[in-house]
């Protein structure tokens, strides 16, 4: 406890980086072999970077530094493209992330005007959860 009060008195924000699979279960559809290509430690880990997410933000809040997780959907250019085409069809508003847009929610979360914002999963995700 101590270590992480020592810790957390130099941070003031944190941003931790998840995937949708730490909310959703993987679509069998995706995957050309079923769920063997989708290994299940992969969500178990992510459920534990969200879950850890908000316990160091209630930890840490008192020390006056805000912990949040960024999770995010797929991302072009990092799979095939037979992989890519699955991925929209499933998607209502068909289409991937650029990883461009990656950059963009993690520096809000490092700025002064999420100050307000701890223990919050946010979703980036191009509205893949949606549908």
Do not use: W
């Not at 289409?95 to 223990?119: A, E, N, Y």
């Amino acid at each position: 406890e101590e270590g992480l009060r020592s810790f957390g008195s130099r941070l003031r924000r944190v941003v931790l980086c998840s995937s949708i699979y730490g909310q959703n279960v993987p679509n069998p559809t995706l995957y050309e072999n079923g769920l063997a290509e989708s290994p299940m430690q992969y969500g178990i880990a992510k459920v534990g970077v969200e879950k850890l997410c908000k316990e160091y933000a209630v930890r840490l809040k008192q020390l006056g530094c805000s912990v949040n997780v960024v999770s995010y959907g797929g991302v072009r250019g990092r799979v095939s493209d037979e992989f890519e085409l699955k991925y929209k069809a499933l998607n209502g508003f068909s289409d991937m992330l650029d990883v461009r847009q990656c950059i963009g929610p993690i520096k809000f979360l490092l700025s002064h005007d999420s100050s307000g914002i701890t223990g919050h999963v946010l979703n980036v995700d191009n509205g893949y959860g949606l549908v």
